[in-house]
């Protein structure tokens, strides 16, 4: 079973910041918090993951609560092919090549 | 680099016959998983690969099944098909970074079971 919980849609407005919210308040210490999209038919893309601290890359930015019970996943400025479904995962380092997705939060970006 | 390549995109089987979907992995990678994705249950993880070995499996029949080669190049079939096999089945191969493995996926084969 996921371990998160997540809005299952959102819409936001091209340009604009997108927060995506995750929770996965029976987060364990060693467990990695993994954000992967997947465009509508397509593979899922891999975005970002993190541990503790915020992490950004070139697509996103992800902000861990002190906490670690839930994130954040931040794409800047929107744009429609950012429409997608998000999915937050929880998983042990050494689970990462067997993940277990959620349902995700369907993210519609609008002009 | 290139990515995930998956063979064939599309197909379309009969109940009771098997199929075969190839996978090979971006270059240098040495894991491939594979996953099953349905409107029903989503995506679910079937197995994973690495160095010609299977290392964690999913909860499937046994009419699942995978290997891998030397090459990495990997291959999933399912034998004696059943309408509910209609899915789009993923693969992924990994790297490792930032303390854990990052996974990339292919375009995936969508099969159908008529």
């Known amino acids: 079973d996921a371990k998160t919980t997540q809005p299952p849609s959102m819409d936001c407005a091209e340009g604009r910041a997108a927060n995506l919210p995750c929770n996965h308040s029976?987060?364990?210490?060693?467990?990695?918090v993994y954000w992967y999209r997947q465009i509508h038919s397509q593979g899922p893309q891999y975005i970002i993951h993190?541990?503790?601290n915020n992490e950004t890359n070139e697509m996103a930015s992800l902000i861990i609560t002190e906490d670690r019970k839930s994130s954040t996943l931040i794409l800047p400025h929107a744009t429609l092919r950012d429409t997608a479904v998000y999915y937050c995962?929880?998983?042990?380092?050494?689970?990462?090549?067997?993940?277990?997705f959620g349902s995700g939060t369907q993210l519609t970006v609008l002009p | 680099k290139a990515g995930v390549t998956q063979t064939p995109r599309y197909l379309i089987k009969t109940r009771g016959q098997q199929v075969t979907l190839s996978c090979s992995p971006i270059?240098?990678?040495?894991?491939v998983s594979w996953y099953q994705q349905t409107p029903g249950q989503g995506l679910q993880f079937l197995f994973e690969?690495?160095?010609?070995?299977?290392?964690n499996k999913g909860n499937f029949p046994g009419r699942f099944s995978g290997r891998q080669f030397s090459n990495s190049r990997s291959e999933m079939n399912v034998s004696t098909l059943e309408l509910g096999d209609s899915a789009l089945y993923l693969c992924?191969?990994?790297?490792?970074?930032?303390?854990?493995?990052?996974?990339?996926f292919g375009p995936g084969t969508r099969l159908t079971v008529l």
């Open positions: 993190g541990l503790k």
């Open positions: 029976t987060i364990s210490g060693n467990e990695y």
């Open positions: 992924a191969s990994s790297s490792r970074q930032g303390g854990t493995d990052t996974q990339y």
């Open positions: 690969y690495f160095s010609e070995t299977q290392r």
């Open positions: 995962i929880v998983e042990q380092a050494g689970s990462a090549r067997q993940l277990t």
């Open positions: 270059s240098g990678h040495r894991s």
